[in-house]
């Protein structure tokens, strides 16, 4: 298997039609001479042992996962070269830890592809908060099992800023000075939503002497492993390809 390739590149639909065809050869290469009878079909053989299936995998998803362990690493080695190179030509996401995922068509290089993956890496990663200065109070997923802009749609509507770090919006001291910057006075329905909001908060608390991390809540230790990724592509994927720009 050409690891090192699929982390880097993505691979071409042909080319995985192909080793799957070898997969699919080697497996049944007992069968005997002519026509072979498939005993259970290549979609079965590819789910996860857990599903009842042998485990081999799509390639295009084993693709996909091994392309995320570089969006994992990218704010984890923010003195690396090739860290540094990256956010040169790319800038910085608005969410302050990773690359630019905007990538034009014309560049033909591995962040291309990378840059892909980054729809369904996020939605296996949360944040650990410490001090509040790099999460986003309203868009990154910290507190709860969906961002606070979800959560709270009408109030995330009237913020001024909605990429506000949490730190602006607690303040430095405690009891929390509580700075949201509504661009006007709220409705009934949005001061209701912002009482359960406020009920929600009332047991946070901050750690101004620890930084603000990003887990992988797909793992007990919070860190990022290629195969929680590829299993979890595969349950909700299944067969369907996950580079489905030029289907659209």
Not at 81 to 103: E, P, Q, R
Not at 123 to 128: E, I
Not at 144 to 151: E, I, N, R, V
């Amino acid at each position: 298997m050409p690891c090192y390739f699929l982390s880097l590149f993505k691979i071409p639909a042909s080319v995985a039609a192909k080793i799957e065809r070898l997969q699919r050869d080697f497996l049944w290469s007992g069968v005997g001479e002519g026509k072979r009878d498939y005993l259970v079909s290549w979609d079965v053989v590819c789910k996860p042992k857990a599903n009842g299936g042998l485990g081999f995998g799509k390639i295009a998803l084993r693709n996909v996962a091994l392309l995320g362990k570089w969006l994992w690493r990218y704010p984890r080695e923010g003195f690396a070269l090739w860290h540094k190179v990256i956010l040169g030509i790319y800038g910085s996401h608005s969410n302050g830890w990773d690359a630019n995922t905007i990538v034009r068509w014309s560049h033909r290089c591995p962040w291309k592809a990378i840059a892909q993956v980054f729809q369904e890496f996020s939605k296996f990663t949360r944040f650990v908060l410490g001090d509040g200065e790099r999460i986003r109070f309203w868009e990154d997923l910290w507190w709860g099992d969906q961002p606070l802009g979800s959560q709270y749609p009408r109030l995330f509507r009237v913020v001024t800023d909605k990429n506000s770090p949490i730190s602006s919006i607690l303040g430095s001291t405690h009891p929390f000075s509580w700075n949201f910057n509504f661009r006007r006075n709220l409705s009934d329905p949005e001061i209701e939503e912002f009482e359960g909001l406020m009920r929600s908060l009332d047991c946070l608390h901050v750690s101004f002497s620890i930084l603000d991390a990003r887990s992988w809540s797909l793992s007990s230790s919070g860190l990022f492993t290629v195969k929680s990724f590829f299993l979890a592509l595969s349950h909700c994927f299944g067969s369907h390809p996950v580079f489905s720009t030029k289907c659209v």
